[in-house]
């Protein structure tokens, strides 16, 4: 029994463990032949100067305090959040959760592009000044600067802040911070001897979660900080797709796995700390309502930076893509503004009849199939492997592998597109022409996801709950039916739409390894935003509020379609 | 209000005792739910009264209020004659024992204990001194470096108790500090609390929604009723005397037949399903009565006689809980379980003295 048990887990086990040796580990090992094997031709010596060069140090140095100094902020912009979420009633509340939400789901092309819509030369806060101050220039430098990261990376992750530190925060015990003041504590050695010790390892986790996120951010430094600033992950982009310098790449590639995994290994054991033994309460008892003047305005002051952060970027491009404000090329000075669905007619069109262009709105298309494929394979790999993690027995196979399944999450997709390139070019494995290149890539992107999202689904049917039906009379396929499957029918949607979405806004491997004549969505994008002209302009914000909508609807559905706290994202 | 009763004191509350703390008119609501409305009572120095009522009364809320961690919508809370709304709780020198007690996670028992004294500044030795003195008096010394995740339920609850002891709080207050323990531990840990707080002449106030810990642990209880008081009295008061209906419900007595009083040949009578009885002579009009289940026995013999048929009885260990229908009111009557009990289905005659077994709810 115990044997044909832990033959079956092995078995589940397999289809899994081919794709990543396959598209994990093959790739990134020639990534380490590359960036090793040209040292026998002498060229060792070369890339180790490089890399002890005032560039790449430099890029290095960057890399690093801009994550620390974005991660800084997105505390500081959280905490009060989590604050508020985790201990105050007040309507909306639900509806601010889902929102804040959404940034983080956001193609990082679409956040760019909603940040350009807002901020940028041709944004509604520069035309507005140019219209009122009547200017030749846009006043306002925000795309291209230090700031334009910092920003778009807090829009990105405060999120993770207000998610992780809000949900730990909301089932801690209220009861520990009143005892100490009723053992003669103020309110700030409360605070500071119990409440902060015991969050702690949350804002710990969450500050770590949102530094590997800044540390291995490519498409908010490539797109909003423009050519001055470069991350690792920037680095090894132009290493490989402008200077062909594939070694160079490929070191640094390794330097920057080794940075997250390292980062991510910690994070890992900050987790699991996280599971220290507190009583955690049912929210609904640790929540109060709003009651004194100075909770009113902590209250109000917070939503409405909160609100006008996360909405207003968003609302901004939707409204720009529709908005036609300026003169384009060919017409001349006098412009008709107004509404406008010219950016989106655009995108179907072929201006100049060329066999050549593919219009942009093929790239909606080709996204679509790419995300299909990815949810497919995405589940036939996600759902083998979470059956065997939520094995009772396969306890040892789940120790050794559920980090192995975790890794691709701490490997940026610019490492993998790397290494899709260098690994997948040649016999035995010559993909580069295959459809299925950008859907593999994508797949090993989502997979943590979903391996993430199913397994808790899966472990929370207990034992229990299957005898509670059995002994109410229903038989083995009825348990199936109404007890297994609608527990995981709806963690399986919620997998395949992370999946689906994740591959519509993935960016950095696709940077990398897709074809020119098929591009994705976000890389028409980037394509159109790094163009001059009004219409392109339009045109990029129109593709990316399509992009955005898709998207939201399928966190929303996501949000809505979760069984309460089941699940890790 | 109390003071009413003085005379009818039974042991318990010296006379010459200072109040200590006293709730003035306290009312705080949470939306539309009134959970304190307007509950007034005091307690006196070295005294020990039990907030008694089911859950929901709004007991836990008073203690907040009490603490400072709740401010009232209106109402005062005293102490030695001072208002203390302006006192904020870590000034207020009141101890809190909570429900599931709340123990710091992440300190070992030691510095559970300590945390208090820490906060009021005290040298190492003293700290030191103190802990080890508490830990020994709630019976657990040479616990101190033990985790808190890892003791007993009730190890936990003396670690708690050890804990609001430490600082020699004014007032201690414990919320249902017995609540998640099983029977018999409860049992031994409501003793121990009695002897500690009688020991140390603590003030305090206890809740709970048990009356038989009240009755054991409280020099006066307070039943709660909806955010009020709804009779305060020494233990044998309250269940010698039940102020209401809701009191004498909440208390387990369940015999209570509407009657009306009326004069029959001079005397005061009260005329109900089961029969007349003898009643004193302020009582008028519609009441309730209320006949006690212990104080009815099988059998004739009583000055009042009364035939019934059992519909069921219900073994209780040393009682034995007999349910007689007594033209078509079903009454109670608590029996020593050593007796002889008739079946169910059995004509029985119930005989009792009116002046034990009788009382007049208004």
């Known amino acids: ?569 | 209000m109390w003071a009413n009763f003085d005379h009818l004191l039974i042991g318990g509350r010296e006379p010459d005792m200072k109040p200590a703390l006293r709730i003035q008119g306290i009312y705080k609501a949470f939306g539309k739910n009134r959970a304190l409305d307007g509950i007034t009572f005091e307690v006196a120095l070295g005294e020990t009264v039990a907030l008694l009522g089911p859950s929901g009364c709004g007991k836990s809320t008073l203690l907040a209020v009490i603490a400072g961690l709740e401010a009232p919508d209106s109402g005062a809370v005293h102490w030695a004659g001072e208002d203390i709304a302006a006192t904020p709780t870590h000034q207020r020198g009141f101890g809190l024992m909570f429900q599931d007690y709340a123990l710091f996670p992440h300190k070992n028992v030691f510095e559970n204990v300590a945390f208090g004294l820490r906060m009021h500044t005290l040298d190492q030795g003293s700290i030191q001194a103190r802990v080890n003195e508490v830990l020994t008096l709630v019976g657990l010394p040479e616990f101190g470096s033990r985790d808190v995740n890892n003791l007993s339920g009730g190890e936990q609850q003396r670690v708690a108790l050890a804990r609001s002891l430490a600082p020699k709080p004014r007032l201690l207050m414990l919320d249902e500090p017995l609540g998640s323990l099983d029977r018999a531990l409860r049992q031994r840990l409501l003793e121990d609390l009695r002897a500690i707080l009688k020991d140390a002449q603590q003030t305090a106030l206890y809740v709970t929604h048990d009356q038989e810990e009240a009755y054991a642990l409280a020099d006066r209880i307070v039943v709660m009723d909806a955010g009020r008081a709804a009779q305060i009295g020494t233990p044998q008061q309250i269940y010698r005397q039940p102020a209401s209906l809701f009191v004498a419900r909440f208390l387990g007595l369940d015999n209570l037949l509407p009657g009306t009083v009326r004069t029959v040949e001079g005397k005061r009578v009260v005329e109900t399903a089961i029969g007349q009885f003898p009643v004193p002579e302020d009582a008028e009009g519609g009441v309730t009565v209320l006949l006690r289940p212990e104080a009815m026995h099988l059998g004739g013999g009583g000055s009042s006689t009364i035939n019934g048929r059992v519909v069921a009885r219900t073994f209780r260990g040393s009682s034995i809980r007999l349910r007689v229908e007594v033209n078509t009111q079903l009454l109670d009557l608590e029996l020593p379980s050593y007796m002889a009990i008739p079946s169910p289905g059995e004509a029985v005659q119930l005989s009792f003295e009116p002046q034990d077994a009788l009382q007049i709810l208004q």
């Not at chain 1, 033959?7 to 093959?26: E, I, K, Q, T």
């Not at chain 1, 490989?240 to 796995?257: D, I, R």
């Not at chain 1, 790999?381 to 059956?387: D, E, I, Q, V």
């Open chain 1, 1 to 569: 029994m115990k044997f044909a048990q832990s033959w079956r887990v092995a078995a589940l086990w397999a289809l899994p463990l081919v794709f990543l040796a396959l598209f994990y580990f093959y790739p990134l090992g020639s990534i380490l032949a590359v960036g090793f094997g040209r040292a026998q031709a002498g060229e060792l010596a070369a890339i180790f100067t490089a890399l002890v060069s005032p560039g790449i140090r430099s890029v290095l140095w960057f890399t690093l305090w801009q994550a620390a100094l974005s991660t800084l902020l997105t505390l500081l912009v959280g905490l009060p959040g989590a604050y508020l979420l985790a201990r105050f009633e007040f309507r909306g509340k639900a509806l601010l959760r889902t929102l804040t939400g959404v940034p983080f789901v956001m193609p990082t092309l679409v956040v760019a592009a909603a940040f350009n819509a807002l901020l940028g030369p041709r944004g509604w806060l520069n035309l507005a000044l140019m219209a009122i101050f009547d200017l030749a220039a846009p006043p306002v430098q925000f795309i291209n600067t230090l700031g334009a990261i910092l920003v778009a990376h807090v829009f990105y992750n405060t999120t993770i802040v207000l998610r992780m530190v809000g949900d730990f925060w909301s089932r801690l015990d209220p009861r520990l911070g009143q005892a100490a003041r009723t053992l003669g504590a103020t309110r700030w050695q409360a605070a500071s001897q119990v409440t902060l010790p015991l969050l702690l390892p949350a804002i710990a986790a969450a500050a770590l979660l949102v530094f590997i996120f800044d540390f291995t951010s490519f498409g908010v430094i490539l797109v909003l900080g423009g050519p001055r600033f470069s991350t690792l992950e920037v680095e090894i982009y132009y290493q490989a797709v402008s200077l062909f310098n594939l070694p160079m790449a490929a070191v640094l590639s390794m330097l920057q796995l080794a940075c997250t995994l390292a980062l991510t290994a910690i994070y890992t054991h900050l987790v699991s700390r996280l599971s220290r033994p507190l009583t955690l309460r049912p929210q609904a008892y640790t929540q109060k309502q709003i009651i004194t003047r100075w909770q009113r305005i902590f209250t109000g002051a917070t939503l409405i930076f909160l609100l006008g952060f996360f909405t207003l970027p968003l609302l901004g491009l939707a409204a720009r893509s529709f908005s036609r404000l300026e003169p384009e090329r060919r017409q001349r000075s006098h412009v008709e503004t107004g509404v406008t669905l010219d950016f989106y007619k655009e995108l179907v069109e072929n201006p100049r009849a060329s066999l050549f262009y593919a219009p942009p709105a093929r790239a909606i298309t080709t996204s679509l199939g790419y995300a299909g494929i990815t949810a497919l394979l995405a589940l036939g790999l996600g759902l083998p492997a979470s059956l065997a993690l939520s094995q009772r027995d396969g306890s040892v196979y789940s120790r050794l592998l559920d980090p192995l399944i975790m890794l691709p999450l701490g490997t940026s997709a610019v490492t993998l597109g790397l290494g899709f390139i260098v690994a997948l070019d040649q016999p035995p494995l010559d993909l580069r022409a295959s459809p299925l290149l950008i859907p593999l890539a994508h797949t090993l992107v989502a997979f943590p996801f979903v391996v993430r999202s199913l397994t808790p689904a899966l472990q929370s049917i207990q034992p229990r709950l299957r005898q509670a039906a059995a002994v109410l009379g229903a038989a083995p396929a009825q348990i199936r039916r109404y007890i297994d499957l609608p527990l995981v029918g709806r963690a399986l949607i919620v997998a395949a739409t992370f999946a689906f979405t994740i591959s519509l806004g993935e960016f950095g491997a696709s940077a990398l390894i897709a074809r020119p004549e098929y591009p994705t969505i976000p890389l028409v994008i980037y394509r159109l935003l790094s163009q001059p002209g009004a219409l392109n302009y339009g045109q990029a914000l129109a593709l990316s509020t399509i992009l955005m909508v898709v998207t939201a609807s399928g966190m929303l559905a996501i949000e809505r379609l979760r069984i309460a706290n089941v699940g890790e994202f």
